[in-house]
Each structure stands twice: as structure tokens, then as C-alpha cells.
């Protein structure tokens, strides 16, 4: 992330950090934002990308002019993670069979070699990160699934995460959404929405297409 950000300054870019969009009017002559945070500003970009991840699709209806069928409605799926007190026998990642949602409870090894299990897919109303210890047994008989010899009681809560969906339970899987002005009409403005898994791994592709969509491949 630093050498990105090195990369934005040396291009004449600012990283602005601790300042929410807290406005945006969509008008003929062009998009206003207006910011919060110590230092309110009010400014008039010719291209805004509205890639603020879980607050995405709030934004979206936040911005004056934008028609509403033009912001998805938006699921949050919760994503729980267990590690392991003592030592994996593994050296390797294990993905089991995809669930519904996500991937399946799968093993991760963090680069000190501790290990991991998650996420799994718990859908919320709101955010909220903390894990539940109850979760334990659904995790346990998952990972048995391809780990019979876990020991009992060597899960341990770790963090969640929430994927910010734009397709709900029992729906299939919706893929990123990237409207820009060839779907709404609104020159300059880029919404990116459902910018879940692997929205991380996919970030350099998110950036180069929006960028070519705006007539800059190259930035
Ligand atoms: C449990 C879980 C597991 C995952 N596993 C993987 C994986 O294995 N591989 C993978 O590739 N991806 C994975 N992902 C997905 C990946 O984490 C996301 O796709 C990625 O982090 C999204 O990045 P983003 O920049 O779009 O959004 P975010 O990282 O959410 O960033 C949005 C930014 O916008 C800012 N923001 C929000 N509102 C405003 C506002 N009004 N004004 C100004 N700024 C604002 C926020 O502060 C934040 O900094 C996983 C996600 C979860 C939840």
C-alpha cells in the first residue's frame, strides 16, 4: 500500500485521509462534493469513484440527482474467523468446497505460521465485528469435514469481516458492479458496488478498468 501511495504522489496525486464525503449534488454543471471530518471542504472533481467498500451503496443514495434505480440494494454477509491455539499440521492453505456466500471455511496460515479458519457466512443487518463463541461447534464439524484430528477446544474467536453483497440469501452469486456514465448518464461518475471477495486480489484490475473507462489507461 505504501509503494502504491508513493506511486499516487509521485504522479502529482494526495491522499486525504480522516475526510468522509458527507455530500455529493449531481447538477448540469458538474459534481460537488462536500467533505467533514477538522477540515470541511467543498470541492468540484470532474471524475468521482465512489469506492467506499460496505458504504458504497449509502453514498450512492446520499448523491443528489443520482435516480435511485441506479443504486443497488445491498446484503451484508459477516465473515467469522476461528484460529488455532497450538500448532497446524499443515504448511498449506485448504479451501473446501464453496457454500453458498463464500468460500468455505478454509485454512489460512498467517506469515508467522499461525493458523486460521474462516470465514464463514453469517448474514447481518448491520455491522458489527464482534465474533460469537457459540459459532465454534458449526466451525468444528466443517473443518473435521477434512481434518478429523482437530483437537476439541482448540478454536479460538478471532476477527470477522463484512462483505458488502449486492445479491441476498438464496439469490446467485452477483458479480462487481461498475457503473459509469455508458449506464447512468452522469459524466464523471464511477459507482463501484459489491466490491467483495476477491475485490482485494482484483483492486489493480478494478483500478486499471475504471481508468481506461475514463480515457486514462495508463494512469
Ligand atoms: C471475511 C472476508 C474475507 C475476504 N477474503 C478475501 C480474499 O481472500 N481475497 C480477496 O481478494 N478479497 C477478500 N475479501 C474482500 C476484500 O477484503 C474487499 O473486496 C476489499 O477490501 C474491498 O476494498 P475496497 O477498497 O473496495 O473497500 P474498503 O476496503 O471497504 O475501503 C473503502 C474505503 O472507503 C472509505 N469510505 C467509506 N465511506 C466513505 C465516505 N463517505 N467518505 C470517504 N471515505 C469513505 C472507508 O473508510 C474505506 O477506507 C474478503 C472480505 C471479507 C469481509
Redesign the pocket.
Known amino acids: 500500500m505504501l509503494s502504491l501511495q508513493a506511486d499516487i504522489e509521485a504522479a502529482g496525486g494526495q491522499l486525504v485521509f480522516r475526510?468522509?464525503?458527507?455530500a455529493m449534488a449531481l447538477t448540469p454543471k458538474g459534481i460537488t462534493v462536500e467533505?467533514g471530518g477538522d477540515a470541511p471542504y467543498a470541492l468540484r472533481p470532474e471524475i468521482v469513484v465512489n469506492?467506499?467498500?460496505?458504504?458504497?451503496i449509502?453514498?450512492a443514495h446520499?448523491m443528489q440527482g443520482l435516480p435511485p434505480e441506479w443504486v443497488p440494494r445491498g446484503w451484508l454477509?459477516?465473515?467469522n474467523?476461528f484460529s488455532l491455539s497450538g500448532k497446524a499440521p499443515f504448511s498449506q492453505l485448504i479451501y473446501p468446497v464453496p457454500e453458498p456466500g463464500?468460500?468455505g471455511i478454509h485454512l489460512t496460515l498467517d506469515l508467522a505460521g499461525q493458523a486460521r479458519f474462516?470465514?464463514d457466512v453469517e448474514w447481518v443487518a448491520k455491522p458489527d465485528y464482534r465474533v460469537d463463541p457459540a459459532r465454534r461447534n458449526r466451525f468444528a464439524t466443517a473443518i473435521r469435514s477434512y481434518w478429523p484430528d482437530l483437537p476439541e477446544d482448540a478454536l479460538v474467536p478471532a476477527q470477522?469481516?463484512?462483505?458488502?453483497k449486492i445479491s441476498g440469501p438464496d439469490m446467485p452469486a452477483a458479480d462487481f458492479r461498475i457503473d459509469g456514465p455508458a449506464a447512468h448518464g452522469v459524466p464523471g461518475l464511477f459507482n463501484?458496488f459489491g466490491?467483495?471477495?476477491?475485490?482485494?486480489?482484483?483492486?489493480l484490475a478494478?483500478a486499471a478498468f475504471v481508468c481506461a473507462q475514463i480515457g486514462r489507461p495508463n494512469a
Open positions: 475526510t468522509p464525503v458527507t467533505t469506492a467506499a467498500g460496505l458504504d458504497a449509502a453514498l446520499r454477509a459477516k465473515g474467523y463464500g468460500l474462516g470465514p470477522a469481516g463484512i462483505r458488502p463501484l466490491i467483495e471477495s476477491p475485490g482485494l486480489t482484483s483492486a478494478l
